[in-house]
C-alpha cells in the first residue's frame, strides 16, 4: 500500500509535502526532516539507540564520470519489501527524488543500483534476498522514474564482508584489539563463508566496552549492511562541476555521504543538520496457537473418530527468536458407555526451547525441556470393560522443526514435526465391569474393602513420552521500538 500511494503521487506537486508530513509524523520531528531536505549532506544513519555514520559501497562500474550522489534504502531482516516506515527509508526517498529533479533526467549519464544483504544465514538464501530485494528496487525505479530505465544498470552483494569489515574499522566503540580479531576473520581469504559465520558467532567473546561482539555487531552494523544503494552518476559543465573523489577505505574517522554537486544554482544551501536519531520500529509476533495434527486424527475400532482435543500457545519472550514459552492442554472427553469405550483425559504440559539459529523468526531445529501433570480414565475393552484410572507426572527433554508454510520467513503459518522424551510416572487403579454388567464398575480388589486404597498401584517409564505434527498461526504482532 505504501508503494502504491509513492507511486501515485510521485509526479504531483502534492508529494514532496506529503512526504514531508509522512516522515515527520514516523521520525516524531518536523525540523530535522526539514534540515535535510534538499541538501541531505552528511546524514546519519540512526541504529537502535545509536547513530551510525553511512559508509559507502564502491560503484562496480568503471567510469570517469564528474560528479555522483548515493542514495540508501534499507530493508528489515530477511525481507524483501520496501517499507518508508523502516530506519530513514522515508528522508532517503526524498533525497532521491530531489537529486533527480535537481540534476534532470537529461543530464544523468547512469544509475547503478548496488544490492547486499549482511552475512548471517546461509548464502543461497542471502542470494535470494539480494535478488528479490534488487527487483524491488527496480519495480520502484520503473514506475517512478520510466525516462531513466535504460541507464540503470544492477549489480549484486549476497553478503557484503567488505562493507562490514568497513564499518568495524571505522567504530568508535570496540577496543583495538576486538576489531582486530573480527578482521581477522571477514577479512580471511582461507576461511570459507560457513567457518566465518561459525568463527564470529562462537569466537569473538565480549568487549570490554560493548560486551557480547557478534551481539553488538548484528544489533547496529547488520541492519545498516541490508540494503540497496543508488549511484547516480552525471555530468555537468566544467566551471560549475565539483569532483567528487572515490570512496576507499575507511579512516579513522567514519565516512558519510557525498553532498549533491549538480547544477548548483537550483540547490538552495542548507545549515549542517543536526545529529540526530530516530528510532525505527519493527513489528514482531508475541504468541502463537497451535494443535497437534496426529492428536486431531486419532481413531480407534469401536469409537471411530476420536479426536484428542488439544490447543497449545507459544510465547515469544524475545525478539532474537531463539527462546520461547509453550504450554500444552489436552482435553479429550468421549465416551460409550453400552461399549465400554472412555478416552478422557485432562493433560498440561509447560515447555522451555531454545531455537538454534539467533534471529530465527522462531524456525527451524529446537531442542526443548518440558514438565507436565495429567489425569485419565481409559478403556476401549469392549467384552470385559477392563480399564484404568489414575494420575500422573513426567518431564523430559525433545527435540523438533519447524516449516514456515510460505516464501518469507516471518510467515504466520508454520508447520512442525517434534518427538520427545523422558520419564513418566502415574499412580493408578485398574478397574472392570464386572459380569454381568450392571451399570457399574469395579476396581479389582479382591480384599476387605475398607482397607481399599486408592492409586495404589505405580506405573513407570523411560523412554519415548511423545510425537506430533502441529500446524500454528502467529498472533498479536507488535509494533515496537529497536530492542536497546
Known amino acids: 500500500m505504501i508503494q502504491r500511494v509513492v507511486y501515485a503521487f510521485k509526479r504531483t506537486r502534492l508529494f514532496k509535502p506529503l512526504l514531508f508530513l509522512i516522515s515527520a509524523f514516523i521520525t516524531g520531528n518536523v525540523l ?7 541538501g541531505y549532506s552528511n546524514r546519519l544513519l540512526p541504529v537502535g539507540d545509536t547513530v551510525v555514520k553511512r559508509i559507502l559501497p564502491k560503484p562496480m562500474s568503471e567510469c570517469m564520470y564528474v560528479a555522483t550522489d548515493y542514495t540508501e534504502i534499507h530493508f528489515e531482516l530477511d525481507k524483501a519489501k520496501l517499507d ?6 522515508g528522508l532517503s526517498f526524498l533525497h532521491l527524488d530531489h537529486v533527480i529533479d535537481s540534476i534532470g533526467a537529461e543530464n544523468i549519464t547512469a544509475i547503478e543500483l548496488i544490492s547486499q544483504s549482511s552475512p548471517e544465514g546461509t548464502l543461497k538464501h542471502n542470494e535470494w534476498l539480494t535478488e528479490h530485494r534488487s527487483q524491488v528496487m527496480m519495480k520502484y525505479l520503473k514506475r517512478v522514474f520510466p525516462e ?7 549489480n549484486k552483494i549476497s553478503e557484503s564482508w567488505e562493507n562490514l569489515s568497513q ?20 577479512d580471511s581469504a582461507e576461511m570459507s563463508v560457513v567457518e566465518k559465520k561459525q568463527r564470529l558467532k562462537s569466537t569473538l567473546g565480549d568487549d570490554p566496552n560493548v560486551g557480547d561482539i557478534y551481539d553488538y555487531l548484528f544489533k547496529y552494523y547488520y541492519p545498516v549492511i541490508r ?10 559543465e566544467p566551471e560549475t562541476s565539483v569532483e567528487v573523489e572515490p570512496q576507499t577505505q575507511p579512516q579513522t574517522q567514519p565516512q558519510t555521504y557525498d553532498t549533491v554537486t549538480a547544477h548548483p544554482d537550483t540547490i538552495p544551501h542548507q545549515p549542517e543538520e543536526q545529529e540526530q536519531a530516530t528510532i525505527p520500529l519493527r513489528k514482531r509476533p508475541l504468541l502463537a496457537v497451535k494443535t497437534n495434527l496426529a492428536y486431531d486424527a486419532f481413531f480407534t475400532k469401536d469409537m471411530g473418530w476420536a479426536p484428542i482435543y488439544n490447543i497449545e500457545a507459544e510465547l515469544y519472550p524475545t525478539e532474537n527468536g531463539q527462546w520461547s514459552w509453550l504450554m500444552e492442554y489436552e482435553f479429550p472427553w468421549h465416551s460409550i458407555d453400552s ?19 539467533y534471529a530465527s523468526h522462531h524456525s527451524g531445529h529446537y531442542i ?11 478403556c476401549f475393552d469392549r467384552v470385559a470393560g477392563h480399564g484404568y484410572q489414575g494420575e500422573g507426572l513426567g518431564g523430559g527433554l525433545g527435540y523438533g522443526y519447524v516449516l514456515p ?13 517434534f518427538i520427545k522424551g523422558g520419564y513418566y510416572a502415574t499412580f493408578y487403579d485398574p478397574y472392570d465391569a464386572g459380569s454381568p454388567y450392571a451399570g457399574k464398575y469395579y476396581y479389582e480388589w479382591y480384599d476387605n474393602p475398607k482397607l481399599f486404597i486408592r492409586r495404589n498401584m505405580l506405573f513407570q517409564w523411560f523412554g519415548p513420552t511423545g510425537a506430533g505434527i502441529t500446524i500454528s498461526y502467529d498472533l498479536f504482532k507488535k509494533t515496537i521500538k529497536s530492542e536497546k
Open 148 to 154: 531513466l530505465v535504460e541507464k540503470i544498470t544492477v
Open 368 to 378: 526443548s525441556a518440558y514438565a507436565g501433570i495429567n489425569l485419565y480414565d481409559i
Open 32 to 38: 530535522p526532516v526539514a534540515a535535510q531536505i534538499p
Open 227 to 236: 540494503n540497496s544503494g543508488i549511484y547516480i552518476l552525471h555530468m555537468v
Open 84 to 89: 518508508i516506515s523502516y530506519m530513514d527509508n
Open 339 to 357: 461399549k465400554h469405550q472412555y478416552l478422557q483425559i485432562l493433560n498440561l504440559q509447560l515447555e522451555s526451547r531454545r531455537y538454534f539459529k
Open 405 to 417: 508454510l510460505g516464501k518469507k520467513p516471518d510467515t504466520p503459518w508454520k508447520l512442525e514435526l
Open 167 to 186: 564499518y568495524v574499522a571505522q567504530d568508535p566503540n570496540m577496543t583495538q584489539d576486538s576489531k582486530q580479531r573480527i578482521l581477522d576473520i571477514t
